[in-house]
């Protein structure tokens, strides 16, 4: 059994939350939204990780935004977060990636 770091909760920001809805709509496939969205934060593509295609867009789409934030890409969304004394571990938005 692999031995990973203790994975720390991630807080929801209530706009956060009304993007998910808006957005993702629901969690299929996951417990709870809390659940999908320590999934994206732990285990989503990091932009040391994204295909080309990924990486070009969040450059054009996300880092002149915010540019201190730390984005996981996960089931066609870019979620967005920040925080936490730099360690990002709440959510502040999702975005669909085009």
Not at 38 to 62: C, F, L, P, Q, V
Not at 88 to 94: K, M, N, P, S, Y
Request: overall charge positive.
């Amino acid at each position: 059994m692999l031995n990973y770091p203790q994975r720390k909760p991630i807080e929801i920001t209530y706009h956060a939350m009304q993007r998910l809805e808006e957005r993702v709509k629901n969690y299929d496939g996951f417990k709870s939204w809390q659940h999908m969205v320590k999934t994206a934060r732990y285990e989503g593509r990091s932009e040391e990780n994204m295909t080309d295609a990924k990486y070009e867009w969040y450059i054009t789409h996300i880092t002149h935004l915010y540019c201190s934030s730390q984005v996981r890409i996960m089931n066609g969304f870019a979620f967005l977060f920040m925080g936490n004394k730099g360690h990002a571990r709440t959510l502040v938005t999702v975005i669909a990636v085009a």
